[in-house]
């Protein structure tokens, strides 16, 4: 195989080829970096990357060669380059997430989803842009200035994982990790034209991943193809002892899902070493009228308002035909509380982004601002010019909700109401429905600049936020495009079902075919 | 419920970060903005529902009570500001000059 079509290569084909020996490990590596070199990554055009050391990488290529030739346990990722967001500590790179106070900062541990990527054979090739400590939804809140959507420059390639999306996009990595606190990594991916995962939260750990709000943070997937979301959640999910809140439960081999049967029944203990040394396996023959036989898909009202873009839910029901002529049963459903999460989760993550950044206070590492007028003021000198003005204005609005005769109104309120919306969830998992169908984003990209209001660009997660106030695993997947740009279809399961999710996602990307992208 | 100037002054410095008056009146209002959102959650009855922390499914789980290596100091001093014997140097809790200023 030629990596001259990288651009068109799955990581699976990209680890079958490196483990048949026809390409190396640095075939793909320069071959990533050609790409990037030919669409413009670099900080003066799309933007994309934050670190990249081409020679370094070629090298940690170089080295991987006697390994793939001795040994079995490559990995389903062998020589797969993957690009990591800029919140996620990697050994050897710096971890800035994209915020002047981090500036040059290279952690000395490396983040538990980064170590079992390498650990599976993939090679990280870049460090990507995003919305500065993740606070955002068009990567036009990094300090090192916005990154450009590669299917249109003159927007954004939505966010905080914007870098990572565009990464993806643009035909640099076929993988790439983001993070994910209200929609940060499916919408980007539905804006950019890609695919974007969301785990349960426990599935992937965090360590390494820096804290944001800790009761929604999770890592995600961003993928060319459903095959690549699954292969590279399944290459970091599993428990992880130094995250306290990852779950012991089984990781399945979530390409079986593509065969349109359910889960079967784990024959052997679920282990880190199991999941290294799994090939992928083949994969399944084209969607058929009966590969989502009795599944049922709720679609649920709020989130198909009559004031959604006609055109979004043009596509958005050629998706739900697909379904239909796929065996699937469509079901209307309510998740009446949605449209309270938008309020509920901008008290939330404020309040634990209030407290999760008081760490950077010049102390421990970072940036230091001293005026020498004694230990208060170098905090304050320090945070007021190392954090920019989404990320102040949030740390502040946190620490309002938190503040003594506001507690109760806000943000113990915001907690009973995120119970109802984790509830409505439940209710309509526990009726029958398999998987919740649902546009991913209210709008496609949209031009940089044109949204000034902080509130308007919150409303950008309205569609995404539910999934992460309860918990539940989310994919977007391409459906189509409107004006152009693209438009994402989003599938929600219940907790820990990452495999119905990835059943019906990957149906729905065969059923459409190319109508994905048009 | 809006936000007052003092208000944002007030949280400023528990937050520690320092605003200067023009970034205040424009915190201010924004600031009021968005929690004129947040109201319409007082409408909602949560009389008997219980509030939610954490969406984990595991609890919290207790490691083995015994310690574990920390981070190398080496690994500390390539990222500290500033370090000596193994300790991070900070400025004075508060200058003779600027005592009352901080506050300390």
Known sequence: MSVDNYTQLGAAQIASSVRAGESSPADMVRASFKRAGEIGAGSDELNIFLHADEKASVEEAEEMQPRIRNATDIGVLAGVPVAIKDNIATLGLPTTCASKILRGYVSPFEATAVARLRANGALVVAKTNMDEFAMGSSTENSAFGPTRNPVDVRCVPGGSSGGSAAAVAAGITPIALGSETGGSVRQPAAFCGVVGVKPTYGRVSRYGLVAFASSLDQIGVLGRTVDDAALGLEAIAGFDKMDSTSSDADVPIYRLSALGKPAPEARNPDTEAIRIGRSPVPLPPPPSATTLDGVVIGKPKEYFPESLDPEIRRVCERALDRFRSMGASIRDVSLPRSPLAIPVYYILAPAEASSNLARFDGVRYGLRVDPGKGLKAMYEATRSEGFGPEVTRRILLGTYVLSAGYYDAYYKKAQAVRTLIADDFRAVFTSGVHAIFTPTTPTTAFPIGAISDPYEMYLNDIFTVTANLAGVPAISVPIGRVRRLPVGGQIITAHFDEYAMFRVAYALEAGLGAEAHQ | ?104
Request: proline residues 7%.
């Open chain 2, 1 to 104: 419920m809006p936000v007052t100037r003092d208000d944002v002054l007030h949280i400023a410095e528990l937050a520690r970060l320092g605003i200067d008056a023009a970034r205040a009146d424009e915190l201010t209002k924004e600031l009021s903005a968005i929690l004129s959102h947040m109201e319409v959650l007082s409408q909602v009855d949560t009389a008997a529902v219980s509030t939610t922390a954490g969406v984990g499914t595991g609890g919290t789980p207790l490691r083995p009570d015994v310690g574990v290596p920390g981070v190398p100091s080496a690994a500390l001093a390539s990222v500290a500001p500033a370090m000596r014997d193994g300790f991070f140097i900070v400025p004075r809790l508060a200058t003779h000059e600027d005592s009352s200023e901080s506050g300390a």
